[in-house]
């Protein structure tokens, strides 16, 4: 019976939905997710939830930590698993909408059936890439190797999709396929760290065509407007720069800089001077390089 509960703690640890996390991709958010697990040859299904978290820290870092609940009814009984992760991850971004990372975790789970339990815990460490392909979708793919101190090792792919209904929330489908166990979840997802230039429109224009002529004046006399001497001046008065955009943005909208400071922490455009944080974000614009 313990070796039977320690084999469903196991696949249970083994199989857990991606608990991610790219550039403008926020690693602060809050899931709420229903999970499920299918295990080769065995009936029945495991269902449950499971709740997630994850906080950016500087330099790309973030913490993330999890935990969730599956049953399923095994000859007339309620076989219980839970399941938590806690540890660091780190992120690099290999283009404006593109990460890679890799994360590295304390795991741990307790099964309960008939009134006998088991408990488990071991480490995981994990690869994954997750990109933005649009402004309202991600996708995400993984790979994590988690060995336990009785339930032995094992290697679990993962992948997902988020569509984002609004800047802020999102629902998405995960799933992961270990050697003999499959997991899915869909959720629910709040990520209050997402940058406000990762748009959440559809791309459309809901400009009424009759307006075109008028909004067409209204651009020629805000360019006559901008027209201005510093080109970060005038590019600031037409919106195309602004507070929080990354250092990426800033260069794509500007060229490249007369001159670069601090490890690029602070551009200079002519007579102005561009000061970004820790994580590459635009925090002032002044006529002299001092902090």
Request: aromatic residues 12%.
């Amino acid at each position: 019976m313990r070796s039977t509960l320690h084999a469903a703690l196991a696949l249970a640890l083994f199989t857990a939905p991606l608990a991610t996390m790219a550039s403008d991709l926020s690693y602060s958010y809050l899931d709420l997710a229903y999970v499920g697990t299918s295990v080769d040859k065995v009936n029945p299904t495991f269902n449950g939830a499971g709740l997630r978290t994850s906080f950016e820290l500087p330099y790309k870092l973030f913490l993330f930590g999890g935990y969730s609940w599956q049953t399923a009814n095994a000859y007339g009984d309620s076989l219980d698993v839970q399941a938590w992760d806690a540890g660091l991850g780190w992120a690099w971004s290999a283009t404006e909408n593109l990460d890679l990372y890799g994360k590295a975790a304390y795991v741990g789970g307790k099964a309960d059936y008939y009134g006998f339990s088991a408990d488990d815990d071991g480490y995981s460490l994990a690869l994954g890439v997750r990109g933005a392909i649009a402004d309202r979708f991600e996708l995400e793919g993984s790979v994590t190797y988690a060995d336990l101190s009785t339930g032995g090792s094992d290697t679990t792919f993962g992948v997902g999709a988020r569509w984002f209904f609004t800047q802020h929330f999102a629902l998405g489908l995960e799933g992961g396929f270990s050697s003999d166990a499959t997991s899915w979840g869909v959720g629910f997802r709040w990520d209050w760290g997402r940058n406000p230039g990762t748009t959440s429109g559809t791309g459309s224009s809901a400009l009424p065509a009759a307006a075109a002529p008028a909004a067409a004046a209204s651009s020629m006399s805000l360019a006559q407007m901008c027209n201005l001497p510093a080109r970060v001046d005038q590019a600031e008065c037409l919106g195309q720069i602004k507070l929080g955009m990354t250092h990426d943005e800033v260069i794509r909208a500007l060229g490249q800089p007369t001159a670069s400071f601090s490890g690029g922490e602070v551009l200079r455009y002519d007579e102005r001077y561009l000061h970004f944080d820790s994580q590459n974000r635009l925090t002032r614009i002044t006529d002299h390089p001092a902090p």
